[in-house]
């Protein structure tokens, strides 16, 4: 999760009372939770405040998200709980919670990947690649091991390019 006020991961996460039913979360690195610690300030208009939630009210569903997964029947109250989503769908169903909460927790909401070490990097390697790996299953197969042992060479140079 990374820092409200700054790039930084956050390593602090302070509840502020704001009223009596009203709370701030905060989730904050080691020198912005010092300063909002130690620092006199004023509540700052971009914290997120959150009501009470008692089970059984009507703001316990709307604030919490009430809302069901269609496909699997799960509610958002439910992977509050959990952290774990019931099933595909609920990445559309629960888009407008979600966005913001893996935008928070992960800087980004868009998942990029890693290609493989072992990969070839362009498409003639790959295709090389995949035809090298026949050719040695053949050569296994009709017991040419001084034939498989060169293949399985040449396979090793390309997949460490």
Known sequence: ????????AATYHITDVIGEDQFAEL?????????????????????KKIANTNPGTEDDLSNLGGKACEACG?????????????????????????????????????HVGKIPRRLPRTRAAQTELVGLRRELQVAVQKELYEVAAGIRDRIKRLEEV
């Open 74 to 110: 799960m509610k958002f109250v439910e992977f509050r709980n959990s952290g774990r989503l019931g099933c595909a769908h609920d990445y559309d169903s629960f888009k407008d919670e979600l966005v913001p909460l893996l935008d928070n927790i992960h800087g980004d909401v868009k």
């Open 1 to 8: 999760m990374k820092c409200e006020r700054c790039p930084k």
């Open 27 to 47: 989730h904050l690195c080691e020198g912005c939770a010092k300063k909002h610690l130690y620092e006199p300030h004023p509540v700052a208009p971009a914290v």
